[in-house]
Structure formats: C-alpha cells, structure tokens
C-alpha cells in the first residue's frame, strides 16, 4: 500500500513558478513509477509527467515541456514537480499517482487527493 499527500498548490501570475511536493507513505515507495496529472474545471484529468522507479526515464505532457520539472527524493519518498513559466491553462488540480507508468489512468494504482493550482493572467 502506498499513501500519496499533495503539499505546494496556491495562486500564482503567470509567468511565476510553483514546486510540488507529493509525499509517500509505505515500505515499497522505490518499486513504484510516480506520475503527476491535472484536472482542469470541465475537462478530463490529463498526465503531465512522470518519473521511473529508477528514475532514469522521465517523461512530459508536450504543453508543459521544458517548464515543468518531475524529480524524485527516494531518502525523502517524495516526488516533486518544478513549474516554471506557469501559464493561465494550467489552472487545475494536480494529482501525483503510484503505479506502473505511462500517460494513462489506469497505468497507476495509489492517487492523492489533489492539489489546487491557479494561475491568474
């Protein structure tokens, strides 16, 4: 099992820069590739990024490519994702999410609760 907690939402202009932290609970927080989606109000949650278990392969959404940075702290179990250059369009809630990989729901197990990001223009 594995608990997930979402920590670093808020209000932002754009152009500012937010840093997410997703803290894991569990002995076997390394077996798990961490990913990070949003849902946007009236649209389908979508992925953003994700990170391997060994975190040598990650892997972006192209509308946050080259703005948006997803590490690992393994020590720490925590996951983080580094947004810069934030935008109006990624207002959402941000959910991190344990699992298996990829870019789809169904690829990950465990969900946090979600964090609120807003971006105002």
């Known amino acids: 099992q594995v608990q997930l907690v979402e920590s670093g939402g808020g209000l932002v202009q754009a152009g500012g820069s937010l840093r997410l932290s997703c803290a894991a609970s569990g002995r076997t927080f390394s077996n798990y590739a961490m990913g990070w989606f949003r849902q946007a109000p009236g649209k389908e949650r979508e992925f953003v990024a994700r990170i391997t278990w060994t975190g040598s392969s990650i892997l972006y959404a192209r509308s946050v490519e080259g703005r948006f940075t997803i590490s690992r702290d393994y020590a720490k179990k925590t996951v983080f994702l580094q947004m810069n250059s934030l935008k109006p369009d990624d207002t959402a809630v941000y959910y991190c999410?344990?699992?298996?990989?990829?870019?789809?729901?169904?690829?990950?197990?465990?969900w946090g609760q979600g964090t609120q990001v807003t971006v105002s223009s």
């Open positions: 999410a344990a699992g298996r990989g990829g870019t789809t729901e169904w690829q990950y197990d465990y």
